[in-house]
């Protein structure tokens, strides 16, 4: 069963797409799909599907961030390859991980509605879309299915019992879009823990050097940088508590909330515009600052608590499973979910 996946960047680009590709073609290729990845935009995307053809490709998966196709996320990389496929009667999906920038500066105000045509044509050369935010779902009308992207980092098996708790709260991948920095500062002050907080994805030069986060960052917070896959997620089990607060709320696209839960690790998020309701739960949600550190007093003050820990690693295998999002995924690309 060949399938493809365009994907820019993959694999050498870091990123939260770069990894999500990577756990497909494990998954898939586990399952007995045979994957092709294309990684660059550099070829003509006609020549490309031409060369996908000769495998007798069943299905073509694009990976769609606007800023993946260009600096400025404007390109006819993606609905020209998805439009060829087409002609030759290959099955296009469309996972949108990003639609377009916000009309909310003045950068965007002329990027944004091109940004929103692009997408359009794309999903109108597509026979599927799908993505993880059910708000989403609604914007682009039609039928689009929803599926969530999960933990990206291989699985491991939670321990029976979390280790020795860490002393600060920890926050993963740093530098994600959306994440409230002002919140996280202000609540690593008020729990007043030492060395405040633990950064796991980034050192402190990182740290400094980032636009955003540097006008946050305190010297004396544990920068771990970039760890393995494994040593994040052992990280993450310890974890007293994980500060994932986002500017449009918790859901489905946040890897970084996704990877707390696969090891039970209590996470403190946030609503948002884009806030989806199924993450009430086994994620505590603050409506303001105040409520977020209010909350995260209370979670660091409890400690830690052997059932809600089972809990959510209940909810999280049945709901974010990685080999059941992927086997859904694998079926609506190659159309046998219709």
Same mark, same amino acid.
């Given at each position: 069963m060949p399938v493809a996946i365009l994907s820019p960047g993959y694999p050498d680009t870091p990123g939260g797409v770069t990894d999500h590709t990577a756990r497909l073609v494990a998954n898939w290729e586990s399952s007995g799909a045979e994957v092709?990845?294309?990684?660059?935009? =550099?070829?003509?995307?006609e020549k490309a599907v031409a060369q996908l053809d000769t495998t007798?490709?069943?299905?073509?998966?694009?990976?769609?961030?606007?800023?993946?196709?260009?600096?400025?996320?404007?390109?006819?990389?993606?609905?020209?390859?998805?439009?060829?496929?087409?002609?030759?009667?290959?099955? +296009?999906?469309?996972?949108?991980?990003?639609p377009w920038v916000p009309a909310n500066r003045p950068q965007w105000w002329i990027l944004s509605p091109l940004q929103k045509r692009q997408l359009r044509r794309v999903? !109108?050369?597509?026979?599927?879309?799908?993505?993880? +935010?059910?708000?989403?779902?609604?914007?682009?009308?039609?039928? +689009?299915?929803?599926?969530?992207? !999960?933990?990206?980092?291989?699985?491991?098996?939670?321990?029976?019992?979390? !280790?020795?708790?860490?002393?600060?709260?920890?926050?993963?991948?740093?530098?994600?879009?959306?994440?409230?920095?002002?919140?996280?500062?202000?609540?690593?002050?008020?729990?007043?823990?030492?060395?405040?907080?633990?950064?796991?994805?980034? =050192?402190s030069a990182d740290m400094r050097r980032h636009s955003v986060v540097q006008r946050f960052y305190e010297p004396r917070w544990d920068c771990r940088g970039r760890l393995p896959a494994d040593a994040v997620l052992n990280t993450l089990s310890c974890a007293r508590l994980v500060l994932a607060p986002?500017? =449009?709320g918790a859901t489905g696209r946040r890897t970084s909330i996704a990877a707390a839960l696969s090891v039970g690790a209590p996470v403190l998020s946030s609503r948002g515009h884009l806030f =989806?309701?199924?993450f009430d739960g086994p994620v505590s949600i603050a409506r303001d600052l105040s409520d977020f550190v209010s909350r995260a007093k209370e979670i660091w003050d409890a400690g830690a608590n052997p059932d809600e820990r089972e809990d959510r690693l209940r909810w999280y295998r049945e709901n974010l499973d990685p080999k059941t999002l992927d086997a859904s995924l694998l079926r609506t690309v190659t159309g046998r979910g219709d």
């Open positions: 092709t990845v294309v990684g660059q935009c =550099d070829t003509d995307p007798s490709i069943q299905g073509v998966l694009v990976q769609y961030v606007p800023f993946l196709y260009g600096r400025r996320g404007l390109s006819q990389y993606p609905e020209r390859l998805a439009k060829s496929a087409r002609t030759r009667g290959i099955r +296009v999906t469309t996972f949108v991980h990003e999903l !109108g050369a597509s026979d599927a879309t799908v993505t993880a +935010v059910p708000a989403w779902q609604q914007m682009l009308g039609g039928s +689009v299915e929803l599926v969530y992207v !999960g933990c990206v980092q291989p699985a491991i098996e939670p321990p029976d019992v979390a !280790g020795p708790l860490l002393e600060a709260p920890v926050v993963f991948s740093p530098f994600a879009a959306g994440l409230n920095w002002e919140w996280i500062s202000q609540t690593a002050r008020e729990l007043n823990s030492a060395p405040g907080l633990i950064v796991v994805g980034a =050192d986002f500017v =449009d =989806d309701s199924a």
